[in-house]
């Protein structure tokens, strides 16, 4: 349509400049063929379309302006980048260390301090005392070393020299005050790997068995507690350590010395009486030698003076150390001509025996050890595996020793054929110490003085071929009161399962084995549990023997005594199905039984005066002593008719008679004293039928007050 085109000033309210305006805003927005549009007045506008079209050419040209400035930075940056490169390349082309060639390709003029050679795959340069100038002087070995002396070995290459010298310790210093690791070294433990060859080294590290044999011993004959790092070593000969030599571990688990040799690992005793303790500790020891079956991890050598006297090795602590037999070696610590010894926090798997003691052995602690006797057998010369024994020896002056003051706590020896032997010693005492799945003995009492087991426990293996006892207490000093107390113990009895079990006794404990009375035994406290015995207590023989306020857990004979002279039996009970057999043929025996509970099946003591008893059911204020004797028979009774029947005893006229067995209903009968070696029991037929009376017959003799 037309344009007006009046012209009017703005503003203006004509309707035609309105018409005007319209077309011009349509032109303005949507026209897209015109950048521009003319007003109502006649002024050139730029249209939206020619808005945009400006805008994006001013982009393109934005863009190609930015690229290309983008380019020319980082040309321009590449640029410096060389520049710089090269520029220090050439600060260090002519400041740095410049190369002249290998000595045997001289000789060659050293003009500046930064100038340097080779010489055995080794860089040299000129020393500090010599000056610029110096000209080599041949080309070989003979003049490089005249010629080195004006050299110095370049940067690392020194410090790595001097620290793998002899000298190297010096140049490291040490935590703490500063000194150096050579002060430290020497001053306190030495790793064994101060002995041990680079290769060694690098094999200990790598986790392969090492062959530690002349080394450990040189670091022994050093005198002096030797580290040994974690790792496997192995030795082909036994290891004699000096007087104040010991070896320290970081654990049994981390470093483990197996002994590859025919004989001992350790043999302690040189250097003789010296105080202050040597640590053994924090490391295994294994055995794959094919005759070491006879060998002890640790034996002390029998050491004596010119005049046949003992010469003690002393003060040896050992902890942390475990022993893994494998069934080849036989002992762990065999103890002679020792003072001060400790072992503790230890164990081991398959020895034949544990620790031995022989001779004269003073002062020794063992506590909290563990034996399992998994596969181990009896050593040459020995019937048995045992736990632990002390052992009698005879000096070259003639004189007798035996171990003296030792003590085992909270310890337990595991399925060996006899738990503890005392052969002799003095100030023996065994506290919470288990002989489990014993198979003979627990704790054998075979000489000494002042022997104590205090609050100790035996169990027994099911399967044994011969007769077991818990606690054997035999006599070693005839007439001499040789104080053995066992207070407070357990025995844990099992019925024995084997195809002879008939033949054998199982006792939970025996006093006496001879015709010596044991005398002073005390067993006091004690519980005796499980099944299968023959007798809770048995006294064989015994003197002055205190049975009291001891708990029987089984049914059965919980007391049987065969002989003894003097009794004391006091608070004694058990499950109510208990038996007390008590004998005595001794005209002087004395016997105080009072507060037990169990049943007195038989009371014998010749000595009417001797016998002192108040229990339920047995009181010396109605019964004195009751005796029992037996004799067959084998009649038949006719019908009304009387059968009298002689027993020999030994009996007081005015002793009372009772008379029982297998007796048929039907007939009637009485016994009394015929005379003072005779019973006459009469048994009479009232019946119409003749009677047999075929049985033993029993006569409990019950004497008078």
């Known amino acids: ?40 007045l006649g002024r050139s506008r730029m249209s939206w379309f020619g808005l945009e079209s400006a805008f994006t050419v001013k982009l393109s040209d934005f863009e190609s302006r930015f690229s290309t400035q983008i380019a020319e930075q980082e040309t321009t940056f590449d640029a410096s ?5 090269n520029r220090f390349q050439a600060f260090l082309d002519s400041s740095g260390y410049v190369f002249l060639g290998d000595y045997e390709d001289g000789p060659f003029q050293f003009s500046a301090r930064n100038q340097y050679i080779r010489y055995n795959d080794q ?22 070393a005249n010629d080195v002396a004006h050299f110095v070995l370049m940067d690392g290459d020194t410090l790595r020299q001097n620290l793998g010298s002899s000298e190297g310790t010096k140049l490291i210093v040490a935590p703490g005050n500063g000194g150096t690791l050579h002060d430290w070294i020497n001053g306190q433990l030495r790793s064994l790997f101060y002995y041990l060859s680079p290769a060694k080294i690098a094999s200990v590290i790598g986790g392969v068995a090492t062959d530690i044999t002349a080394e450990l011993q040189t670091a022994m004959n050093d005198n002096r507690p030797v580290w040994l790092p974690a790792g496997q070593y192995y030795v082909t000969a036994s290891i004699a350590a000096a007087a104040n030599s010991s070896l320290i571990g970081p654990g049994p688990r981390l470093a483990s010395i197996d002994n590859r040799s025919s004989s001992h690992l350790f043999i302690i005793g040189a250097g003789g009486y010296l105080r202050g303790w040597k640590p053994w500790r924090g490391f295994s020891i294994t055995a794959s030698g094919n005759n070491t079956a006879d060998a002890y991890a640790f034996y002390y050598s029998d050491r004596q003076d010119a005049n046949g006297a003992p010469v003690y090795t002393i003060a040896q602590v050992f902890s942390e150390i475990e022993i893994n037999a494998n069934g080849k070696l036989g002992g762990g610590w065999y103890l002679q001509e020792c003072f001060r010894v400790v072992i503790s926090n230890c164990g081991a798997t398959g020895l034949s025996q544990p620790f031995r003691l022989v001779g004269s052995v003073v002062q020794t602690t063992i506590d909290n050890f563990v034996q399992n006797g998994d596969g181990a057998a009896s050593m040459t010369g020995r019937s048995y595996t045992y736990g632990l024994t002390t052992e009698k020896k005879t000096y070259g002056n003639g004189s007798i020793f035996t171990p003296e003051g030792l003590t085992v706590v909270n310890t337990r020896f595991v399925k060996q054929d006899i738990g503890v032997r005392l052969e002799g010693g003095l100030y023996l005492v065994f506290d919470s110490v288990e002989a489990d799945y014993s198979k003979y003995k627990g704790f054998w009492y075979d000489g000494g003085s ?46 024995n399962t084997h195809e002879s079990a008939s033949s054998y006794k199982s006792l939970g404990v025996r006093v006496g084995d001879s015709s010596v009375g044991q005398k002073g035994a005390l067993i006091d406290g004690c519980t005796f549990r499980g099944d299968g015995y023959d007798a809770g207590i048995y006294v064989y023989r ?22 003894c002279t003097n009794l004391v039996m006091i608070g004694n009970s058990g499950n109510g199905a208990g038996k007390y057999l ?9 016997w105080t039984l009072l507060n037990n509970t169990e049943s007195f099946e038989s009371v014998t003591n010749i000595n009417p005066g001797g016998l002192v008893a108040k229990n339920a059911g047995y009181s010396s204020a109605t019964l004195r002593r009751i005796e029992r004797v037996s004799s067959p028979v084998n009649v038949s009774v006719a019908a009304g008719a009387t059968y009298q029947h002689a027993a020999p005893a030994t009996i007081p006229l ?22 003072t070696s005779l019973i006459r029991a009469t048994f009479f037929n ?20």
Request: with cysteine; glycine share 6%.
């Open 686 to 705: 009232p019946t119409s039928t003749t009677i047999t009376l075929s049985t033993t017959l029993y006569f409990d003799i019950t004497h008078p007050n």
């Open 1 to 40: 349509m037309p344009f007006y085109l009046t012209r009017d000033p703005v503003p203006s309210a004509d309707m035609r400049n309105v018409f005007d305006n319209a077309q011009n805003l349509d032109l303005a927005l949507n026209d897209i063929t015109s950048s521009f549009w003319s007003d109502r």
């Open 582 to 590: 008590l004998n005595s043929s001794s005209p002087v025996a004395t």
């Open 654 to 675: 005015a002793a009372s008679v009772d008379v029982g067995g297998a007796i048929p209903v039907g007939l009637l009968f009485s016994a009394a004293p015929a005379s």
């Open 123 to 144: 860089y040299y340069r000129l020393n500090a005392t010599t000056d610029v100038g110096f000209t080599t002087t041949g080309t070989d070995a003979t003049s490089f």
């Open 81 to 85: 980048q060389a520049d710089k490169e």
């Open 450 to 495: 002042q022997v104590s087991f205090d609050n100790c426990y035996v169990g027994v293996q099911s399967y044994r071929d011969g007769d077991f006892v818990g606690f054997d207490i035999p006599a070693r000093a005839a007439g001499v009161a040789e104080a053995v107390n066992v207070r407070g113990c357990t025995v844990n009895m099992s019925e």
């Open 542 to 563: 015994g003197s002055s023997v205190s049975i009291n306020n001891n708990r029987f857990q089984y049914s059965g004979v919980n007391i049987s005594v065969a002989e």
